[in-house]
């Protein structure tokens, strides 16, 4: 029997197979990135939610934030128009990048 080991790999490629090749952009993960409203850190990635498939076939995702502070909720996108290009979050007007992400 065929059999894959996947420990302490994340993401997904582009045809949804686990591997190294995704954006670390999961739910439950903190961004290093203050909130508009109340300047505190972190965000947590509260949604992933999938939203079209782009012309080079990668999948483009809108990442929802959620200030653990306030409460306060702003969103990105992931792969928009082609892999691995971020988009801003929309009320901080910053972009995001997985360096932004807490260990």
């Not at 290093?32 to 509260?46: G, R, T």
Request: glycine letters at 6%; charged letters at 30%.
């Amino acid at each position: 029997m065929f059999y894959n080991n996947f420990d302490q790999v994340y993401g997904e490629d582009r045809w949804g197979m686990v591997g190294k090749t995704g954006d670390p952009f999961r739910e439950e993960r903190r961004l290093k990135i203050a909130c508009s409203k109340c300047h505190q850190k972190p965000l947590v990635i509260a949604e992933r939610n999938w939203e079209a498939t782009n012309d080079d076939h990668s999948q483009r995702y809108q990442i929802v934030v959620a200030c653990l502070n306030c409460g306060f909720v702003d969103e990105f996108e992931v792969n928009v128009g082609q892999e691995n290009k971020i988009g801003r979050l929309k009320y901080a007007k910053i972009v995001p990048t997985p360096a932004d992400l807490a260990e």
